[in-house]
């Protein structure tokens, strides 16, 4: 990180905007460290396991286009602390009035949703402070906020057997209290911020036809890195006989990987250009898939082909969101809910195919194929369209690379 980066920006707001996306992303994904013990505690099947840690994923994605129309028109701080006040009291009603069915943990599964949504809180508050030349390296550092999926990962699991799994759930409002804390008194809009629009502008973003090539791309990446953190606790267990704690430490070492590479990600396509750093980067994650939907006998095989391809979509979701502001660079708030919408729609897909794979077939393999598949139609896309990009909009950002 250079000194122009640190000068150009608001260091307490990238900070706050960091630890925001963190604890609300260990929030988000809770249910899937949690999936062993809930479905040994409900007597759940794949399917079911597979949809219980899906359905926050799928609602993060659409509270993700709500609160990125919130954001524009309210400013990000106003719409973060509100989001986590109602996260808070969530989790603190489920707790004190206690699940004991499945469709009570679909419905906590909503709640865990606006969580998720944080990253459409995270994002526009930390672009709106850094210039084209940065948004890479910036965008990077907030969005490695999604490493707060390793902390449920590592933790959640062994909390669940010391102190039951309902109890890890309101044990979750205490350091989303913290951080709420921390961003009240740290974070601060930027003046840069665009002026509301009508609701009606916002539809018109849908009318360009670069805004579904950044949706469907982020599909991939974040889809992948989701799907996979929220559903690996319950494949490790399933697939390896793992016990639910070494499931939760190898998922976390996996999403590790994932988180910390983002804003890597960011930085290598702030130097190369978006466009080429996704195009390696799509090659490895559908290598590493489809291998993976091969079979790998024991989890010591398995597991590097894992890091390989969490290390592929961390840096992808880095690199899409060096390329959004570029393109769309006032219509930030509402990209930004789209783009995250349609990476929750990706992670949904991929935990509950994973999961009515496992049902129907009684193997996860194909799940894992048609993800690899997906990753290889993005690879062949990005490179399509990528012409037209560096002969049209990127001219625009001389200081940027596409």
């Known amino acids: 990180m250079h000194k122009g980066f640190l000068k150009a920006g608001h260091l307490p707001t990238l900070f706050a905007a960091f630890l ?32 219980m840690v899906a359905v926050p994923v799928l609602a993060g994605a659409a509270l993700r286009v709500v609160l990125g129309v919130l954001v524009d028109r309210y400013k990000p701080k106003r719409v973060g602390i509100g989001a986590q006040i109602v996260v808070i009291a969530g989790l603190l009603t489920a707790w004190t009035i206690g699940i004991d069915s499945y469709g009570g943990t679909l419905l906590l599964g909503v709640v865990l949703g606006l969580a998720g949504a944080s990253f459409a809180v995270a994002l526009p508050l930390a672009s709106a402070w850094y210039p084209a030349e940065h948004q890479g390296t910036a965008l990077g550092l907030a969005g490695a906020g999604n490493s707060g999926t390793v902390l449920a990962a590592l933790f959640a699991p062994g909390l669940a057997i010391a102190l039951g799994w309902q109890n890890v759930v309101g044990l979750a409002a205490l350091p989303l209290s913290v951080t709420l804390a921390v961003f009240c008194l740290l974070a601060k809009d930027s003046p840069n911020l665009s002026a509301p629009k009508r609701f009606a502008d916002y539809l018109a973003v849908l009318r360009i036809g670069d805004a579904w090539w950044f949706m469907f791309f982020y599909s991939v990446t974040f ?12 494949y490790f267990n399933d697939q390896y006989g793992l016990p639910a704690t070494t499931a939760g430490y190898c998922t976390a070492a996996a999403v590790f990987v994932g988180s910390l590479v983002r804003p890597i990600g960011g930085a290598v396509a702030d130097r190369v250009g978006g466009v080429r750093a996704l195009t390696v980067l799509y090659t490895l994650a559908a290598a590493a898939f489809a291998t993976i939907a091969s079979g790998l006998s024991t989890i010591v095989l398995a597991m590097p082909v894992f890091l390989l391809g969490m290390l592929a979509l961390g840096m992808g979701n880095g690199s899409v969101f060096q390329l959004v502001p570029q393109r769309f660079p006032r219509q930030m708030g509402v990209m930004t809910g789209l783009v995250g919408m349609s990476g929750g729609v990706g992670g949904f897909y991929l935990a509950s195919s994973l999961g009515y794979s496992k049902q129907l077939t009684g193997s996860y393999g194909p799940g894992f194929l048609v993800f690899a598949l997906l990753a290889a139609t993005a690879l062949v896309c990005i490179s399509t369209v990528s012409r037209q990009w560096r002969t049209t909009w990127s001219d625009a950002f001389g200081a940027a690379r596409v």
């Open 20 to 51: 925001y996306f963190d604890l609300s992303f260990m929030t988000w994904v809770l249910l899937g460290p949690l999936g062993v013990a809930i479905a040994k505690d409900l007597h759940l099947n794949a399917g079911q396991k597979g949809l």
């Open 223 to 234: 889809g992948g890195f989701v799907g996979l953190a929220s559903s690996l606790t319950i």
